[in-house]
């Protein structure tokens, strides 16, 4: 008897009768049949909340998170705690990163670059592939957000709802005041990157600031208008452009057997014009990442460059 | 003859540069740039791997820069790595050409150029992913590779995608906070980034008893991190919708190429950082294998249950990683060389049956479950022949390449005492439950209609490049099943450069 | 062990324990994006901590004259925080974008809720 049921089951999961499916989640929200498209979304949500704090399904959910989370962490802690407290010490002479490769960057770094600056020299010249691929990190997001909203409606509508501080006494008045001296700033950083803390990815960030600013201040519709998108592609498409062509001929110069050897040399280091490619690819560098930074703002307010 | 070593470094940055260009570019150039670009990639990858066959030593170090390792960054090329970046942008562009009239229907007009970027990003960071020599430019590239892939998911215009992609992201981000803590303590107790001089660093600490804590956790950081992007058992929950929503070039891509880029990488790291002995004795292995038959018994007990055939297929690539991780649980050359054939019978059959089965679903107006495609196979015999041979190498059945790795993973399991009987026992198992779920499909596929519905008829000639890409995929499979004797001894020569030469 | 010596470490590795909760198990979606900088805040403060040598300056350099590397901190860590910042940046932009999409969609930011939801419709937007 057994074995027909048997066999009668599998029968039945061949035809793909028999269905031990996932089970197929209960709905969470219980809105009332014919209400769920008429009613304002503020109403949705006052009965969505109130739902939620009536299904015990979800309180004994929250509670289990709760409790697995906070041993999860405690688990986790102690692990990573326990081996920090096997580590090197901190600030420690000895410790094994401050090696050969240190000393070499530090101290011969300069004349091997000419950027004084020896973070500088070391981001865009001894370990510049990770810094080409930095940027294009920043390219690959920008790329996934242009395709998540851009001209999308989710992002579009918030278009409507946005308010200019231009004729506010004080925001307008401290953003024209400070929007240029946040821009001048940046490039500032952008330009002393090889001499002075700063450089690409910091001065980059800063004029970002200053443009974010701008169409906070004077909305973004007037930002638009200034900031054309097409300026905002063709810096980035060029800017990433020559950071990818520079690279390319000074890897390709950097092995002998090629037979080429580069033509740009470190300078003086302590001028402004030195340090070879360091100086035009911060500068590269910190369009990009300006550039990214701008278009995160607009993409996520306005939904579109333009 | 020496240009060639010049060829990995040009892939790379070539890739980037057209990504770029794409951006600036309208669909259709966009996507010709994209494409001719992944031939020009295999072209270049395909001479690398004739120059190191034929050099001496077989393994050449490219600077990327002026100077030499422990102050600047360089790429290295063996023969596998070449032999792999040859094989993703092989399956890549089969993939993109066969689901070429999808992606048009699947992806919203205005962001086709935005797909086509993310083509080119992810073959930048497939190709930087195999020949880096330095593990924190490795963490670079892993991240492009994520944020792109997941781009390639989301691409597709519906929402379920986008819950998709919050899913994959989700286990992607810890999968990265592990590796890059992992990565950052590594570099704390070693003070290199570099291959070669970690390695050193790592031997001398290892024998000299200092920092092994320390170590340990960091290697086992970066372990389960790749293994977390990977989907190795317990974190493959996003591969059912992952697979299962994105446009069918996508999920070829994601499943055939994009795993197998992480477990590459976790491959070289073992082998050309940790090192084989301090990989066994710090037991990392044994934990990837109790894991890795998890995987595979969990991944087809699921594909069984399920109704709907890329749930199926997607909860399969879940078995098939199981294996990779087994063969890398034993920590011999022999089961490493099965885990790396096992990689490529994979990445060719798996984006074969992601096609096929987007080819049997359009019959029946996209419909997925086992129902309505009962009896497709005769409205669509190009996919109905890609969907049987895809199947029968993934059950394993001698002559087509799923069958070669399940034979090494049972010659390399003996010798390994609870081992073997563990290994011998889930191949068992698991080759009849794939057996069980498989043909059960491909039987019905070519079974006498059940369901009254509309159907399309689609030949040869109405999906010309679908259906010869279907077939070269097939054929590829026969041939490498057929003839699989070179490929183990160019493994075994890769594997050989891998652990002697530094 | 040297629990005085590791403050800053350990500092660091409490806050990656605590974001990286946070990322596991928080079911708000914007929980997790903040539980994602909140790990990586944690492996800046590791980097520049472990970049730090007691008593030296910032690396920049004179620009003439002899270099003495032993008075300057190490330049690498402080690169490597860099790049930390960028992939944080990036990740946390497209997780955004991601949230605005699905909240538009489902009204709601709880991911269990929004998975429940969409394996119930299934359907077409």
Known sequence: ?306 | MRFVENFPFITIVLSLFSAVICFALKDKRARFVSYSLLGAGILMSASVLVYNLTSETGYFVYRMGHYDAPIGNEIAAGVLEPFFVLLFEVMMLLSLLGGSYKIETDVEPSKHRLFCIMVNLTHAALTALCYTNDIFTAYVFVEICTIASCALLMARKRTRPLVAATRYMMFSLIGSSLLLVGIVLLYSVTGHLLFPQLYASIQALWTTGQYTLPLTVALGLIVSGLAIKSGLCPFHWWMRDTYATATPAASGILSGVISKAYIFLLIKIIGRVISREIYVQSGIHTVLLIFGVAGMMVGSLSAIQTHNLNFMLAYSSAAQIGYIYMGLGLGTDAALLASLFQMVAHALTKPMLFLSAMGLSDTVGKRQDFDALRGSAHWNPVAGIGYAAGALSMVGLPIFAGFIPKLLFSLSAFGHDWKTYVILVALAISTILNVVYFLRTMVNTYGPERVAMERRKITFRTARTFSVVVLIMALINLIVGLHAQPIISLFEKGIHIFTTIR | ?125
């Open chain 3, 1 to 125: 062990m040297n629990i005085t010596l590791n403050l800053e470490e350990l500092t660091a590795m409490l806050l990656f324990g605590i974001g990286f909760t946070m990322l596991v198990f928080s079911r708000n979606l914007l929980k997790k994006v903040l539980g994602l900088n909140i790990i990586d805040t944690g492996v800046y403060l590791f980097l520049a901590s472990m970049g730090y040598i007691e008593g030296n300056l910032t690396p920049i350099v004179p620009p003439t004259g002899p270099v003495d590397p032993g008075i300057y901190i190490n330049p690498i860590p402080t690169g490597l925080v860099l790049t930390g910042i960028v992939v944080s940046v990036s990740f946390s932009a497209l997780m955004l974008a991601l949230a605005v999409r699905l909240y538009k969609k489902y009204r709601t930011l709880n991911l269990d809720e929004i998975y429940a939801r969409c394996d119930r419709e299934d359907g077409e937007d």
């Open chain 1, 1 to 306: 008897m057994k074995k027909r049921n048997l066999s009668e089951k599998i029968r039945q999961w061949y035809e793909g009768e028999l269905s031990f499916d996932e089970k197929i989640a209960e709905p969470v929200v219980h809105i009332p049949a014919g209400t769920h498209d008429q009613q304002p979304p503020e109403t949705k949500t006052k009965i969505r909340i109130v739902h939620r704090l009536e299904n015990t399904e979800i309180k004994i959910s929250r509670v289990g998170y709760g409790v697995l989370s906070v041993v999860f962490c405690l688990i986790i802690c102690s692990i990573l705690i326990s081996t920090a407290l096997f580590l090197p010490g901190f600030a420690d002479k000895e410790a094994p990163t401050a090696n050969e490769v240190y000393e070499h960057y530090v101290g011969a770094g300069r004349d091997q670059t000419g950027a004084v600056n020896t973070v500088a020299g070391m981001i865009l010249d001894y370990r510049a592939f990770d810094t080409l691929g930095e940027s294009f990190v920043l390219f690959t997001a920008t790329c996934a957000v242009l395709l998540l909203l851009e001209g999308h409606k989710a992002a579009l509508n918030r278009a409507k709802s946005t308010f200019t501080y231009a004729t506010d006494p004080i925001v307008g008045i401290a953003a024209k005041i400070v929007v240029p001296v946040i821009l001048v700033f940046g490039v500032y950083v952008l330009f002393n990157g090889h001499l002075s803390p700063g450089g690409g990815f910091s001065g980059g960030a800063i004029l970002g600031t200053g443009l974010i600013l701008y169409a906070q201040a004077y909305g973004d519709e007037r930002a638009a208008r200034v900031i054309p998108a097409g300026a905002i592609r063709g810096i980035t498409i060029a800017a990433l452009s020559f950071y990818c062509l520079s690279k390319s001929y000074s890897f390709f110069t950097g092995n002998e057997f090629n037979g080429v050897h580069s033509v740009i040399g470190p300078g003086t280091p302590g001028d402004f014009l030195s340090g070879g490619l360091i100086l035009p690819l911060n500068l590269a560098v910190g369009l990009v990442v300006c550039c990214t930074m701008y278009t995160f703002y607009m993409i996520f307010t306005r939904g579109r460059l333009d």
